[in-house]
């Protein structure tokens, strides 16, 4: 009985938007017959005003269950989608169901994927003008809450509260693995400037500037960049940035088992010394205060950053630093995903430049997790005797928690009692602040 009900109300919606469709074509006989009247029109003495106006008025009110029908089935999705362009919108629904279908079945970062799924779907509904301006619901996040660069620092706040130095603290020497996972940031924008001797690609420095901080898999610091740099593909950036930040369990694991051996993926590590609360303190002003006096231009992600870590580590501070972690977090995430999937329309996404922007993050987030694990196998020939299981090295790209977790979970494929997180989590804590230092030498080269 219900497939009944399901096949009649399928076929329903096609014979309604078939109409939209045969109507619409119609439409346009009328109009050339106006065109060739009006040029048919040569008179020298401009007529006189007739009273054709108001029967036209009172026609239009004139109930019409024809014309009703009419304007019903060309507000129809399946008439939007057999015209023009309309291929397009429905293609980029589709990707945006597979996000879904990534984030809640696959379960690849559904905080992530779930928001950008939806805002994808409804952004390309044709007649809905969720993203047309003024008054559009995703028009209006993107507007006020990423174009302004307010949602980002928010998630940075987030991010530090959730955020323990202690890892990093512990042993300090994971900080230099969040500065060779910054390899992806420049190496990519050496892949930018050669990508433009490819007929099609015409990337400036400042925008091959603002695609190369994808490399560094930090979503809110490439909105930041690229608001400066690059606005117009500030929509591309983010996009590419947050979906390979999610598909972190895709990416990263086929690359580190390439670059590493059984034998090094069974390397043990030794327990950190405890870390004292006061360190834990300290930490972040000390940070905040290197970077107002040498990179000033990094403040406003750094200072977000070490903002919400503070709160957290100060111990008197429980409600804000719990509001942060949780309903801060939360809404701007929720809004920051909506606002990114607002940029995939099909107009803005289906076009050589994103595509382009696509594959240099792919290969920006590859290579900084590649530099990352050959940097760890490069420390235990510095320092034998204390050596360091290279699979953490891919946490020092700046996706926290989900690059430190993907370490954990191969070295606990290569052995049950092999547990890595808390290693992984000072190299991933270093690849945050390795970020923002990226970007902010950006930016002062550039005079920001």
Known sequence: MMKKIFLTMALGLIFVGGLGVVSSLAETKPQTQQVVAQ??????????????PDSAKQADREISISKGIVSIAQGTGIASFLTKDGWK???MIIIGFGLLYLGVVRNFEPMLLVPIGFGTILVNVAGANMGDPPHGLLYLIFKNGIENELLPLIVFIGIGALSDFGPLLA??????????AQFGVFGTLIGVMLLNLIPGFDYSLMEACAIAIIGGADGPTSIYVSSLFAPHLMGSIAVSAYSYMALVPLIQPPIMRFLTTKEERLIKMHQVRPVHQMEKVLFPLFVTALCILILPSALPLMGSFAFGNFVKESGCLDRLAKSMQNELMNIATIFLGLGVGMQMSADKFMNLQTLGILFLGMVAFSLGTAGGVLFAKLMNVIWPKNPINPLIGSAGVSAFPMAARVSNKLGLEADPHNFLLMHALGANVAGQIGSVVAAGVILAIFGY
């Open 39 to 52: 040029a048919q029109v040569q008179a020298p003495v401009q007529a006189v005003a007739v009273k054709a």
């Open 89 to 91: 919108s429905l293609f």
């Open 171 to 180: 042993n300090p020497r994971m900080a230099i693995l969040g500065a060779a």
